[in-house]
Every structure is written in C-alpha cells, then in structure tokens.
C-alpha cells in the first residue's frame, strides 16, 4: 500500500502562490503518473495537472501557464507551483499515482483556500 502525504495547503489572497508537495512512501520510479486533482464544494473531482514517468506534463485548460508540476525522483515527490491563484482554485487537493500495475493510489488531502 502506497502512502502519499501531501502539504503546502492554506489561504491566500488572490493574485497570490502556493506550493503543493505529495510525498510518497515508494520509489516514484514505481510509478508510470503522477498527479493532482482537485474538488470544490458541489463539484465533482477534476484533474489539474499530472506528469508521466518519462515528464511528459499535462494541465487543465484553467490552470495552464498558471501552475507547474513537477518531480523528483531523489526526494520521491511530487510538486503543483500554483501562481497567480484566483478564488475558483479554492477546492480540496488530492494527490493522486498510478503504479505500473495500474493500481491507483489517492494521498488524504489538503485544502487551498483564495479569498481576500
């Protein structure tokens, strides 16, 4: 059983940056994605951005040129740079892998909150 553990949620006003972190309990090499997701009050769970294990990058059309995702491999996380943050950004974010037997693992949560 993977163990993701995610950080770097809060408040911000908006304008404003966060940084996600998803720290996991195996060697990210065990994984063929990496990602995360968000889902607002009444929403359902959306991608936001993911990265394959060959770094191929890929964003929800509301977040490209906002956000960036990132990995690394020595530290066995994953990272969402999360810039220029508006209020519809404010959901609750999962971290979300998908290892090699196409097992998925979802990490617990961590909310972020834009509002003046």
């Known amino acids: 059983q993977v163990q993701l553990v995610e950080s770097g949620g809060g408040l911000v006003q908006p304008g404003g940056s966060l940084r996600l972190s998803c720290a996991a309990s195996?060697?990210?090499?065990?994984?063929?994605?990496m990602g995360w997701y968000r889902q607002a009050p009444g929403k359902q769970r959306e991608l936001v951005a993911s990265v394959t294990s060959g770094g191929r990058t890929n964003y929800a059309d509301s977040v490209k040129d906002r956000f960036t995702i990132s990995r690394d491999n020595g530290k066995n996380t994953v990272s969402l740079q999360m810039n220029s943050l508006k209020p519809e950004d404010t959901a609750v974010y999962y971290c979300?892998?998908?290892?090699?037997?196409?097992?998925?693992?979802w990490g617990q949560g961590t909310q972020v909150t834009v509002s003046s």
């Open positions: 979300n892998v998908v290892n090699k037997m196409r097992n998925e693992y």
């Open positions: 195996w060697s990210i090499f065990s994984f063929t994605s």
